[in-house]
């Protein structure tokens, strides 16, 4: 079985909205949100079965915005907001689900 899954990945890109492509919003999403998605669902069962855990990690840009950074901010709103809904389907099934917020580690 498996008992934990831990989703750490990100990536960022910096940049107003009006100039942020279209593809940079999509590029990190992918690996943010949509990889966070795929991941936790792919292993979902067995977590359920061992009754284990779900960790992810967003940032506290999750949570509030920072100008040039919308690209990220997105996908990180977009995993705190599957980790909650995950964290209610999971509750009848003994299965925890974590929600790490780290601080800005970028020196402005």
Same mark, same amino acid.
């Given at each position: 079985?498996?008992?934990? /899954?831990? $989703? #750490? =990945?990100?990536? @960022?890109t910096?940049g &107003?909205? &009006?100039?942020?492509?279209l593809? #940079?919003?999509?590029?990190?999403?992918?690996? $943010?949100?949509?990889? !966070?998605?795929?991941? !936790?669902?792919?292993?979902l069962? /067995?977590?359920?079965?061992?009754?284990?855990?779900? %960790?992810? !990690? !967003? @940032?506290? /840009?999750?949570?509030?915005? @920072?100008?040039?950074r +919308?690209?990220?901010?997105? +996908?990180?709103?977009?995993?705190? =907001?599957?980790?909650?809904?995950?964290?209610? &389907?999971?509750?009848?099934?003994?299965v925890? %689900?974590? /929600?790490? &917020?780290?601080? $800005?580690?970028?020196? =402005?």
């Amino acid at each position: 079985g498996l008992w934990g /899954l831990v $989703n #750490n =990945a990100g990536v @960022s890109t910096f940049g &107003e909205v &009006e100039f942020a492509s279209l593809d #940079n919003y999509k590029k990190v999403a992918e690996i $943010n949100l949509w990889g !966070t998605v795929r991941v !936790t669902k792919a292993f979902l069962p /067995l977590i359920r079965r061992a009754k284990g855990r779900v %960790v992810n !990690t !967003t @940032s506290m /840009l999750g949570r509030m915005v @920072s100008p040039s950074r +919308s690209c990220y901010c997105i +996908s990180k709103f977009g995993v705190a =907001a599957f980790s909650d809904c995950l964290r209610q &389907e999971m509750y009848r099934w003994g299965v925890r %689900v974590i /929600l790490i &917020e780290p601080s $800005n580690f970028v020196a =402005a």
